[in-house]
């Protein structure tokens, strides 16, 4: 049995993690200071001896016996990571510091939840893991982005520096339950109001394209990921390869929900990209001919299933 630590683990992604970790026999550190996280993400596990949890922030040290590290926390939707950007930044940067230095005195391995975000507004399409990226360093993206990009250069600078053995993952776009309803993002958002019946509101013209990646393959991904040899270091994207416009996803989740609701267009925002798609051969080829098994159209509808459930239960 191992101990793993995950911070952020009562968010979105950490929650499923923490989850997936229990059920393959580990123990697990739950980490968290529920900025975008909450208890009602992992209470399920509260009656679980293998599980703990800690209300603690990674800005400040961390000194804790375990024998892998999952650093996921940092919140990840415009919305709240654009709310307290200098919180933003210290998150990924002085949470990186103080991970890697945990995972040194330990001599653990550590894996690191980047993001797309990495590769901006992208001119090269799809993103392979080559691509330097195109990231505005003074917008109101780019706590976030840039915050992910100096973490990436933390790990590479631990492996480099003190032979630290370090896992860095490219999370494109991941949805699914338990994400947050009020956290802004495109699929969260489109059915929440898609089961309201409000408008459903496309920011530009609905031409810009995401690749949506449904949790479960996600996870597994992140939990392969940090099973590979030590020379396995990544960078690493991970996501669908699906490429959807904004508007086609509205369609579906339209003609899912049976809603009434009506396209409405808003002003894009800044520096919002206008494509993103991975590339994920590298994921194929080293984390075992992993690829994403779920499709859209059953992913919403089991996200789906999961915001109406929470809808009425929040009346
Ligand atoms: P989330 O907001 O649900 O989870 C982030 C968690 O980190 C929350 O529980 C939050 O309370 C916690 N947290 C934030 N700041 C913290 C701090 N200073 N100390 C301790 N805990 C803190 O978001 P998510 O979608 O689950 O994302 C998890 C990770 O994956 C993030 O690092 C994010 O950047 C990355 N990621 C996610 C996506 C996606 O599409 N979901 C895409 C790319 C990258
Ligand atoms: N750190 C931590 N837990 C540990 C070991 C280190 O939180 O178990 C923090 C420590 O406070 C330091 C950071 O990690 O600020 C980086 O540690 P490292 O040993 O790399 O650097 P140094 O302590 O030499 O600055
Ligand atoms: N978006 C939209 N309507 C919404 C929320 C988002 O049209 O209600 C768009 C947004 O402008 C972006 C895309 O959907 O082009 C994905 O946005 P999200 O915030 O989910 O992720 P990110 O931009 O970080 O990929």
Request: proline letters at 6%; aromatic letters at 8%.
């Amino acid at each position: 049995m191992k101990r793993i630590l995950v911070t952020g683990g009562a968010g979105f992604l950490g929650s499923h993690l923490c989850e997936r970790l229990l059920e393959q026999g580990n123990d697990v550190l739950c980490v968290d200071n529920y900025f975008t996280g909450s208890k009602s993400n992992i209470a399920h596990l509260y009656g679980n001896p293998h599980f703990e949890v800690l209300r603690h922030d990674v800005t400040v040290p961390l000194y804790v016996e375990v024998d892998e590290i999952y650093n996921l926390a940092c919140p990840a939707s415009p919305i709240h990571y654009q709310h307290d950007p200098v919180q933003t930044t210290k998150t990924s940067v002085h949470g990186a510091i103080n991970m890697l230095g945990l995972a040194k005195r330990l001599r653990s391995r550590i894996l690191q939840a980047s993001t797309s975000e990495v590769y901006g507004d992208p001119e090269v399409h799809p993103q392979p893991e080559s691509y330097w990226g195109r990231v505005n360093p003074i917008g109101i993206r780019s706590c976030y982005d840039e915050g992910k990009r100096c973490a990436e250069t933390l790990f590479f600078d631990y492996w480099r520096q003190h032979n630290l053995p370090i896992k860095v993952v490219r999370i494109f776009n991941t949805y699914g339950p338990r994400m947050h309803p009020n956290d802004g993002r495109v699929v969260s958002n489109f059915i929440v109001q898609a089961l309201r019946g409000l408008d459903i509101t496309i920011y530009g013209d609905g031409s810009q394209t995401r690749s949506f990646c449904y949790v479960d393959d996600l996870i597994e991904a992140l939990v392969r990921m940090m099973g590979t040899p030590e020379n396995v270091t990544g960078p690493v994207n991970v996501g669908n390869p699906g490429e959807f416009t904004v508007l086609e996803l509205a369609q579906l989740v339209l003609r899912l929900t049976g809603s009434a609701g009506r396209l409405v267009f808003r002003p894009l925002p800044a520096d919002d990209p206008k494509q993103r798609q991975p590339d994920i051969a590298l994921a194929r080829d080293v984390l075992h001919g992993w690829s994403p098994a779920v499709q859209l159209e059953e992913g919403l509808e089991r996200t789906i299933g999961y915001f109406r459930d929470r809808l009425v239960r929040l009346g």
